[in-house]
């Protein structure tokens, strides 16, 4: 299993990853370079203003925590289908590299905003990471495209998970998977 966080809000920091620490649950954080700027219309969460945003300090920490992978999801936080050529190299090139940046680590996963996307998006974004999330609703399998990730949400309620734990959903396996291979090989 592997459990993914959207957004870089601190509280995945302060709330989120001390239980994952309890349990060692691998972790995949995609951050939108914008909102760790501060940039107001990166902001990727409506009605979450009160949020504060990680800094670039807690990524550098984040991204040395054996646990913690970090991954991009865009500079802006907007629906990718619909900007322009250079826009786009902005968001998937450049937030890349300004992650690679302050993380000093290869950063090649992504996920798509909103999990909105499209097969000249998708055509891009495999020419920049290895993995992408496209959102879903369905477990995956050895089969399931690295750039096409599936997952399942977890909302704020937590009434659905218990039936969601008992079954033999695997959220995220192929992701899951590929992490055991590469921690093998960097050991």
């Known amino acids: 299993m592997c459990v993914t966080f959207d957004d870089a809000y601190d509280n995945f920091r302060t709330r989120a990853l001390p239980l994952l620490e309890v349990h060692q649950v691998p972790v995949l954080l995609y951050v939108p370079v914008g909102f760790i700027l501060g940039e107001p219309a ?20 984040l991204s040395s925590h054996p646990l913690i992978r970090i991954g991009a999801h865009s500079w802006t936080h907007r629906d990718l289908r619909r900007v322009s050529a250079t826009d786009l190299s902005r968001e998937l090139e450049d937030a890349r590299d300004q992650l690679e940046q302050w993380t000093g680590k290869e950063v090649e996963d992504f996920c798509y905003p909103r999990a909105l996307w499209d097969a000249a998006l998708e055509s891009r974004v ?4 290895a993995t992408a999330t496209i959102g879903g609703g369905r477990s995956n399998d050895s089969t399931t495209d690295l750039l096409r990730l599936q997952r399942v949400s977890i909302r704020r309620g937590t009434e659905h998970l218990a039936p969601l734990l008992r079954s033999p959903l695997c959220i995220e396996e192929a992701l899951a998977d590929w992490f055991r291979r590469r921690r093998r090989t960097a050991q």
């Open 42 to 61: 990166a902001d990727p969460l409506a009605g979450a203003e009160h949020l504060g945003a990680l800094t670039v300090d807690d990524l550098r920490e």
């Open 126 to 129: 495999r020419d920049t990471y």
